[in-house]
Structure formats: C-alpha cells, structure tokens
C-alpha cells in the first residue's frame, strides 16, 4: 500500500537560514510526488510536482524539491526562507493508476525574524 | 486558481443531524474528491468521483455519503453527524486519476456539537 510519512511535525527556522522538509513514501513502482503548502485557514496550493525525468524539480515560490528513488525520499529545500513562508507543508502521492492520493501528516513551519 | 468553490463555508450543527456539504466546480474535470484534515492526521480521503453518478470510498468513508448528479457538483452528506465528524472538508479536482496534480477548495469547517 501507499504510504507517505513527514517525520517532522514542526519545524522552525530563522527568516533568511536555508530549509529543507523531509517526505519519504512507501510505493512499489515510481510514484508520482507532490508538494502542497496551506496558509492558515485556506485551501491547499500546489508547489511542485514530480512525475518522471530530472529528479530535482523547481516549484513556485522559489521552492525545489529532489525524488531520490533509493532513498524512497522527496524532499522540499529553500534556500533562503522568508517570513510569508510561515504555513503547513503536506507532501503526498499518487500512482500512475488508481485514483487516489496519500498525504502525509504535514509539517508546520514557524519562521523567526 | 481553479474554479472550486465549497458551500457553506463554516457550519455548526447538532449531533444527529443531516448535513450535507456542496462542491462546485467550473473546470469540467472529472476526478472530484472529498477530504477531511484533522490534526495529526493530514488529509484522508473519504470519498471520490471518476464521472457523473461514478463514486467511490476512500480511506474514511463510514457515516458518509456523496452524490454526483452532474459533471460540476459532488455533495457529501452526513446522514447522522456525530461529533468525531467535527473537522475541516475539502473538494479537490482533478482532469486525470491518481497521477496527476488535484486542486483544492477553499475548505467548510463543520463543527458538531
């Protein structure tokens, strides 16, 4: 079965220091990855997506995020995190059949001036 | 943004009475999905669509129901809300199955008391 875990349940980071959030998955063929951020009290946006190819994807918002496939791990790096960063990070996966997703538990991100 | 729009946006009710909460969409996909985001739980899936009158049950369907009588609405209902269904509801849509990026509502907070 899929799975995704975020083994980090909340993360703080001085405004400029760089970030990463860890994602691993649990799937048995190449599963397609995603990163999703949610501000408080609104919906989820997407920031990036990883389906096949260059395993180091660019995103919105400066964001990237790299797929390394021995290390069943996806993830979410910023080089120089800003204040308006400061939201819920979920990562999730979906399989190139079926028609669901998996969402890991999410990371909450505190950003300090 | 994607045209998804959820009705109502917040909602209280009592424990043992029918709600049902409404998705729109203007986009024509055909993947419609309900979630509920808990804390410590990210987002599950409850039930989906893959077309009109087409559904499914996701990972915590119990005590819900949903219908999709046309490409633009999928309704969930709570026959008998009970207050462990006091959580946050997300639409999401996709124009393909599991593999490809969903597109989130703006969320319904339903709280049962």
């Known amino acids: 079965a899929q799975s995704v875990t975020q083994p980090d349940i909340h993360i703080t980071v001085s405004e400029g220091a760089s970030l990463e959030l860890r994602c691993n998955y649990s799937?048995?063929?190449?599963?397609?990855l995603f990163w999703y951020v949610q501000s408080p009290g609104q919906g989820l946006q997407l920031l990036l997506k990883?389906?096949?190819?260059?395993?180091l994807v660019q995103g919105i918002k400066g964001f990237e995020a790299e797929f390394k496939r021995s290390q069943s791990s996806f993830n979410l790096r910023k080089p120089s995190v800003h204040w308006s960063d400061a939201a819920e990070y979920f990562c999730a996966v979906g399989a190139s059949t079926g028609n669901q997703f998996y969402f890991g538990t999410g990371t909450s991100l505190t950003v300090i001036p | 943004d994607a045209g998804i729009t959820q009705s109502p946006r917040h909602k209280v009710t009592e424990t043992g009475t029918p709600v049902t909460l409404r998705c729109h969409q203007t986009?024509?996909?055909?993947?419609m999905y309900w979630y509920r985001q808990d804390p410590g739980h990210g987002l599950r899936l409850i039930h989906y669509?893959?077309?009109?009158?087409?559904?499914d049950k996701g990972e915590v369907s119990d005590g819900y129901s949903v219908s999709r009588s046309k490409t633009e609405d999928f309704l969930l209902t709570l026959e008998s809300a009970t207050s462990s269904q006091t959580s946050v509801y997300f639409c999401?849509?996709?124009?393909?199955?599991?593999?490809?990026?969903?597109?989130f509502g703006p969320g319904t907070r339903l709280t049962v008391l």
């Open positions: 669509s893959y077309g009109v009158k087409d559904t």
């Open positions: 990883y389906f096949s190819g260059d395993t």
């Open positions: 999401a849509i996709s124009d393909s199955a599991g593999g490809n990026e969903q597109f």
């Open positions: 986009e024509n996909h055909r993947y």
């Open positions: 799937y048995g063929a190449t599963p397609y």
